[in-house]
């Protein structure tokens, strides 16, 4: 069974930093997309950016220059650095883990972490 922990949230004034966690555990199969989404209140889930098994990155248009996605593969963990907060980027932030075996769509989600960009 695959697990995925978040850690990192919090709260924070605007222009500062948080680095957020996804520790994944369990039999993950390759080639898989590891992810980061948001949903603030009143609205719907989106992406805020995504790296597969291959190193291809994808970043939200909101968040590009700000965020970097990483991996450490050691540790199967991922990170979302975030800089340069904004009080739009209040959300509950949710890791995510995508793969298709056998023709079908295997989706496994986190938690979520709360981050709250106030002053």
């Known amino acids: 069974q695959v697990r995925l922990v978040e850690s990192g949230g919090g709260l924070v004034q605007p222009g500062g930093s948080l680095r957020l966690s996804c520790a994944a555990s369990g039999n993950i199969f390759s080639p898989y997309v590891m992810g980061w989404h948001r949903q603030a209140p009143g609205k719907q889930r989106e992406l805020v950016a995504s790296i597969t098994s291959g190193e291809l990155i994808n970043y939200a248009d909101s968040v590009k220059g700000r965020f970097t996605i990483s991996r450490d593969n050691a540790k199967n963990t991922m990170y979302l650095q975030m800089n340069t907060l904004k009080p739009e980027d209040t959300a509950v932030y949710y890791c995510?883990?995508?793969?298709?075996?056998?023709?079908?769509?295997?989706?496994?989600w986190g938690q979520g972490t709360q981050v709250t960009v106030s002053s």
């Open positions: 995510k883990l995508s793969w298709t075996q056998w023709g079908m769509p295997f989706d496994y």
